[in-house]
């Protein structure tokens, strides 16, 4: 069992910019896509950003590219979600989440929140204008 702890939320003002952290334990780091997903009150869960395995591919909802970068760091077995130009409607709590790449279905399936086995407890990023 893979356990996530996110890290790096904050309040910021509309314009700056946080890093969010995401930290693996349990397993080979490399072997899975990971996924940033979103939720503010009263909304459903959204795709954010992704990575997959050793190849780095990344992945981006259209609100957030251009603005949102996500990289990892396998020996530290960490993936960041690095946020520029943050937007009041960027307010939500961050969650990242795990799958294993051998079980990878494209894109189109690894926006779905449903897709991924662990989850991390979230980490509240809060935007004013």
């Known amino acids: 069992q893979v356990q996530l702890v996110e890290s790096g939320g904050g309040s910021v003002q509309a314009g700056g910019s946080l890093r969010l952290a995401c930290t693996a334990s349990g397993h080979m780091f490399s072997n899975f896509v990971m996924g940033w997903f979103r939720q503010a009150p009263g909304k459903e869960r959204d795709f954010v950003a992704g990575v997959v395995g050793t190849r780095g591919d990344t992945y981006y909802s259209d609100p957030v590219r251009g603005r949102f970068f996500v990289s990892r760091d396998n020996a530290l077995s960490t993936v960041f979600l690095q946020m520029y130009s943050l937007k009041p409607e960027d307010t939500a709590v961050y969650y990242c ?16 929140w449903t897709s991924y086995d662990s989850w991390g407890p979230g980490t509240q990023v809060t935007v004013s204008s």
């Open 97 to 112: 989440a795990v799958r294993d790449v051998r079980r990878w279905g494209g894109w189109d399936d690894a926006i779905r």
